[in-house]
């Protein structure tokens, strides 16, 4: 099981690693959101896989029972999700704005802001 | 209740302040009101914590009425408050400056909510005392931050925020995977309780990685060396007041974050984290300063200088003494001030001349004589000129360098300062000295409020320059907390609430 | 997109969704659910409007701008935890009431500042990728 769990990881880390070598923004941010489930695994893993039984205190009891998962993991996790979910939202918003206004995607092709402050030409090239 | 939560209020104002502001969306009046409310109402929390850790030592509360290790801490020793405070100052200057310089555009586009989010960002990963709980802060500072990179909406600002957002979401998830690992070791996230059981736990594989992933996280948010591309490739593309807190805070958030961590949870003495950091520091120095060499855009020379300066900082927590720590936090202080007022002036001397090009400005000196004086100071203070504020600091830490058997580092430091000088002289001859190559037209004077807020932190610079003693004195009892963390650790774990155990059950 | 069929059942799944959501809103208080999941249950119903009978549409239900909404529910939410300040000194420790076998408390109203937040965040970004569809 836990031979699995370290696979997948390592699988999710490195599709999400060439990913994000890409050239292309889209690319990038399937790339960044790959490797964040990665990450989400392993808080899940750092907190041991011991149970299946959910962290949720059954009715009329006043405290989790012994055999309840570590629920602590799973909060972290969930936040997690929800916070790469609202930045990743937010990157592929940029990203369908930045192809609407400069009209491409491609790395090689976005360097607006590399030649806003360029050294290389001079004032009378500029003009 | 107002003095027992004073933790609180520097995080909560700018959120009810972001907050409101959103509700407003479409009148702007209302949220110019509630944004200049929120600037001073935070700027006295900040000065009001500043003043309650100087009195009362180290302040710590809980969230929701769980005792320590289990809820979410906020604390404030003398660095976290001293960095809070500069947060207040640096978002009331900025706001000052914005007066005369945010568009009316750029306000539609949610200036004010995503202005003062940041600044609860900023404050929460400077207040908290817990590690997830500073991923959190992080991520907050991230998203408002590139929503207010590209409040103006231009291709430069999209292509700008593209590398912005990937690298620095990039960080983050590695920042996560370190505190994962963390987790995975020692089983709890509280900062000051990690600061207990991690000695315990002993050397492992896994904490090691930690370490290093931390590093890289933190790093990559803060600019050091290898790591730092993305900071010339974005912010010279921001408005001028996004772009001087951005210099002035975001990057310092970083910085901080190593402060601490490598303080208080990992330790840089015998860890052999030490000759990582000093190559580190002393390439982030290099690198930095001769990127801004060849660079003739105002904003693009001070963004390299950003990362060349925080070469100094990271040289304080390389030699790890507590002499070498405080000249660290007052470099720190000292950078935050003088960076954020040299990217206002930046964008004084496009509102003068028309550019930022400094081929094509010129004749400032005679156009506005009180502007090129104001630029004098932050300008000579970066390069190290007595008796200015970075004159000690660079003292500071080049001394307790040397002390600290890091001569070289030291010479690097010293001629990273003279190339300092070079370029803040390129700026003066170019923008302020020469004559402009042809006599514009229109020559535009500067508004007040920009002019007020530079002189606001000009002013700042002076005084810590001429009194630099208290300034001094505060950073070396914030390193003395540094390197011994006991009181932290006292302040968050044994406080006792007035009703004692009864906040440590659970919940009906 | 003009079909009859999504554009009629549109009505019926919004009202469906968004008595879901608040049923799972309420849920959250001592089983699993929530404001999050809840707020993305409505948002989605919003979502369906929006395909069904055009953004426009979906932007007068909503009423106020997303945004707004994001704003309401974060000060929402911050209001919550000051109760908790006044009598046990510690922000967002929360107060209860119970009357008989049912209980209630400032959590909830945490919650439902965390629905509006939600709600309006993704609204937000939802609606602004539908509208320009049709300009690109």
Known sequence: MNLIYALAIALLTGCGVHMLLSRHVVRIILGVSLLSAAVNLVIFYSGRISSTVPPVIEPGSSALSEAAANPLPQALILTAIVIGFALIAFAAALALQAQRSIGTLDNAGLDVAESLGTPFDGPEKRR | MLLAQAVLWPVAIPLATAALAACCWQRLAAQRAISAAGVLLMFAATLLLLWQVRAEGVQAVQFGGWAAPFGVSFVADRFSAAMAAITGLMAFATWLFGQADIRRREERAGFHPLFHGMLAGVNGAFLTGDIFNLYVWFEVMLITAMGLLVIGRTRAQLDGVLKYAVLNLFSTLIFLMAVALLYGVAGTLNMADLAVVLPQAGPSLTLTISALLLLCGFGIKAGYFPLFFWLPASYHTASITVAAIFAGLLTKVGVYACFRVFTLIFTVEGSGLREILAVMAACTMLFGVFGAAVQWDVRRILSFHIVSQIGYMLLGLAVATPAALAGGIFYIIHHIVVKANLFLLAGAIHRASGTFDLRQSGGLMRRSPLLAALFLVPALSLGGIPPLSGFWAKFMVIDASFRGGQGWLAAVALVTGILTLYSMTKIWMEAFWKDPLMPRPTARAVPAPMLAAIALLAAVTVAIGLQAEPFVAYAQSAAQALVDPSDYIAAVLGAVPAEGGAMAEPRP | ?136
């Open chain 3, 1 to 136: 997109m003009n079909s009859l069929i999504l554009s009629a059942f549109s009505r019926f799944l919004f009202a469906l969704m968004l008595v879901v959501s608040l049923y799972i809103l309420y849920r959250g208080h001592n089983d699993p659910g929530g404001g999050f999941v809840g707020g993305l249950m409505a948002a989605a119903g919003f979502a369906i409007l929006a395909m069904a009978d055009g953004v426009q549409a979906a932007r007068r239900m909503v009423r106020v701008h997303p945004v707004a909404l994001m704003g309401a529910g974060l000060v929402l939410a911050l209001l919550s935890g000051l109760p908790g300040l006044v009598n046990r000194g510690s922000f967002l420790a929360h107060w209860w009431f119970h009357a008989g076998d049912f209980h209630s408390g400032t959590a909830l109203a945490f919650d439902i500042g965390v629905y509006l937040a939600v709600l309006g965040g993704i609204l937000a970004l939802i609606l602004r990728f539908y509208e320009e569809q049709p300009e690109a």
